[in-house]
């Protein structure tokens, strides 16, 4: 199994996994034989990947912290949710039971892997980002908050707060929100409440924690003061916000939006890795981040310096930063058959590298 731009996806190849939409279901099963107009529709939809089954990967699978079925249920509950706000209410609470109840399964999850690493990939659309989003902020955030020594209790509740981090964005027209060109300083003045947006509606209509309300205020602070809606800066900012934050900035930075193109994984990685970001991110969170990030997940398309394609294969035990790589298409951009391709293995082979990730 690999992810794919759908542009390089030929008509009739395996989908890998479910495209599902939120509060409609499954969209397209896995198994699927993928026809020009399914793959037409979905980019129309601002799905720019999909994971496919070819000859290449057929051994390959994706090493998720959290499970399929639990991140599609987690979707789900804040789609419900967030798209419901405004029935909210402290003598409601039983609007928040199945966000409560998928909290523990998504902390039962990362308990469960035997081996912790950030999650990298999920497919999303323009329409259901936010809901996506909040869910993929969670995953990356109880990653680091175990990694950090927090207890299950902790992170069950951070799992809460992630999930509902950013509530306070329904509040925006849906002409802002959903808008497919670059915003306005005046639209870009209405997001940046959302903060505080979503920090009003959690302390004054549900029963949850402070914490979770702080999250939801402070996660677009940053050390130095330049962040918003307060303009915090050192202590002053939650030490669950700064795990929140760099979750958030890392999937923010990946996704693709109506107006922009998500970034590729190395060009994050080396934004985050950058003096600049030294003064905004907590260090230790920030170090955790980058010590469980796996620079290329298995599945991975990549560019290789000899202008060929290939895919990722396999991690090295001693060396994340050269996996195996199968080589799959001619610097040319010419497939080869599953005979031509070959395995290169970069911890033994020093004279080719990575030069561009593609998914």
Not at 65 to 85: G, M, P
Not at 159 to 188: C, F, Q, T, W, Y
Request: glycine residues 6%.
């Amino acid at each position: 199994m690999r992810l794919c731009p759908i542009s390089l996806i030929p008509e009739g190849a395996y989908l890998a996994r479910n495209v599902t939409v939120p509060g409609k279901g499954i969209l397209l099963k896995a198994g699927n034989r993928l026809q020009g107009t399914d793959l037409r529709t979905l980019m129309k939809m601002g799905i720019y990947k999909l994971y496919i089954n070819d000859s290449f990967t057929k051994d390959t699978s994706s090493d998720d912290t959290i499970s399929d079925s639990t991140r599609i249920s987690a979707v789900e509950e804040v789609y419900s949710v967030l798209t419901h706000h405004n029935e909210l209410s402290q003598n409601n609470g039983d609007k928040l039971e199945g966000i409560a109840s998928v909290s523990e399964r998504m902390v039962e999850d990362v308990y469960s892997n035997g081996k912790l690493s950030i999650p990298t990939h999920d497919l999303r659309g323009f329409d259901d980002y936010t809901f996506r989003h909040s869910v993929n902020v969670t995953a990356i955030s109880l990653v680091l908050g175990r990694a950090l020594n927090m207890n299950r209790k902790e992170l069950n509740e951070l799992a809460v707060a992630g999930l509902l981090h950013d509530i306070g964005k329904m509040s925006l027209a849906p002409s802002i929100l959903n808008k497919r060109e670059p915003l306005l300083r005046e639209e870009l003045t209405q997001i940046r409440r959302h903060p505080g947006w979503g920090y009003d509606l959690l302390s004054q209509r549900t029963k949850t924690s402070p914490r979770v309300w702080v999250v939801a205020r402070q996660h677009h602070e940053v050390l130095d003061g330049q962040g918003y809606p307060d303009k915090r800066s050192g202590t002053q900012i939650h030490p669950w916000a700064r795990i929140v934050t760099v979750a958030d900035m890392w999937d923010a930075l990946r996704s693709d939006r109506p107006y922009k193109r998500g970034w590729s994984q190395d060009r994050v990685l080396k934004l985050l890795k950058s003096r600049h970001f030294k003064t905004k991110l907590d260090a230790k969170v920030l170090k955790t981040f980058l010590d469980y990030i796996v620079p290329y997940p298995d599945g991975t398309l990549v560019r290789m310096t000899t202008r060929e394609l290939g895919v990722v294969v396999q991690q090295d035990d001693f060396d994340q930063e050269r996996p195996a790589i199968r080589i799959i298409a001619s610097p040319r951009g010419k497939f080869y058959t599953e005979k031509e391709s070959r395995i290169v293995y970069l911890a033994d082979d020093k004279e080719i590298n990575i030069s561009q990730t593609l998914t």
